[in-house]
């Protein structure tokens, strides 16, 4: 699939999540513009997709959702917050965790171990069940942990076990995962741009701030993708950071904003809402075409559009 990233960025760069080793690099690298891309750890969310808006870089590659635990709240809150990027591209990658260890560590003696916060809730029964005693300890990524267990600050990471050999540890359990399938969702974000021309089986992305609390005020945005049959792939509030009660809401639905069901919803949106955030339409990385309910093509569209026409010239 050809890369949808803006033409007029430095090309030959992308930032992701670090340091090396990370399940972050290990999903990048499945993109075919890897090979002849200048890959570059960055040591957070926001230095990465900082070092696209400052232009010093073409993209940026984030985690932003896991099937466990939900959004990832670095990269949702800084594409709702921060100056405006889009997304271009996703990427989902089965995730499975290994012990990493000190060579010739045993299981018995260790009292300390690290990983991201999102690879806690993912691994957690497992800990209960075989390191009960152990304090847990967040890092700022799984190869950050797996780094600082290399320099002796904890006995044991839970990260990738492709990690291993870049910092000279050994996978001591391999295999580790609480819940069966679990799957992480990364975003290739760029400055914004024209988004790529619809495929057929596509994603839109967006940020709303509804105008005014009141009872039913979610229910008639909601409302704007059920008239037009529009499926909502992913609700998620956020903090505004104005106050208790203030939310934001982030948003996946299926389709292209080309579509004229998901462009007739956007529009639905900005009106009703206090503002909105385009994030962007790009391929899905399953490739599933939505199913398109009666009356809501962009044919079914365009023949309403006829008709309102005819009664408007008296053609009826």
């Not at 105008?211 to 005020?217: C, F, I, Q, T, Y």
């Not at 009703?272 to 093509?297: I, K």
Request: net charge negative.
């Amino acid at each position: 699939m050809a890369s949808a990233a803006p033409e007029n960025l430095p090309a030959n760069r992308y930032t992701y999540l670090g340091p090396a080793g990370t399940f972050t690099e290990a999903a990048l690298r499945t993109l075919p513009e890897a090979d002849v891309r200048q890959l570059d750890p960055m040591v957070s969310v926001p230095a990465a997709l900082d070092a696209v808006r400052d232009g010093e870089a073409a993209a940026a590659f984030v985690p932003i959702e896991n099937s466990v635990e939900g959004g990832v709240s670095a990269t949702v809150d800084e594409l709702a917050g921060g100056r405006q990027l889009m997304i271009y591209r996703e990427v989902l990658l089965p995730i499975t965790f290994a012990l990493l260890v000190r060579p010739g560590t045993r299981l018995e003696e260790i009292k300390t171990v690290t990983g991201h916060p999102v690879a806690q809730p993912q691994v957690r029964n497992w800990l209960a069940a075989h390191l009960p005693d152990a304090l847990w300890e967040s890092a700022a990524s799984n190869a950050d942990g797996a780094r600082l267990v290399q320099e002796g600050r904890y006995d044991a990471a839970f990260a990738g076990e492709f990690a291993a050999p870049t910092y000279g540890l050994e996978p001591l359990v391999k295999e580790i995962h609480d819940a069966e399938n679990a799957v992480t969702r990364f975003v290739l974000v760029g400055r914004p741009a024209r988004p790529a021309a619809p495929t057929g089986a596509d994603k839109t992305s967006a940020v709303f701030w509804l105008r005014e609390d009141h009872p039913g005020a979610l229910l008639e945005v909601l409302q704007e993708f059920a008239a037009r049959g529009v499926n909502m792939m992913r609700i998620e509030s956020r903090p505004t950071g104005e106050g208790m009660g203030r939310y934001c809401f982030s948003i996946d639905c299926e389709g292209h904003v080309q579509d004229r069901r998901v462009g007739d919803v956007l529009m639905g949106l900005r009106r009703a809402t206090r503002a909105v955030r385009f994030l962007g339409s790009y391929p899905r990385a399953d490739r599933e075409e939505p199913a398109v309910r009666p009356g809501n093509s962009d044919e079914d569209f365009l023949s309403a559009a006829d008709w309102l026409n005819r009664c408007l010239d008296g053609r009826i």
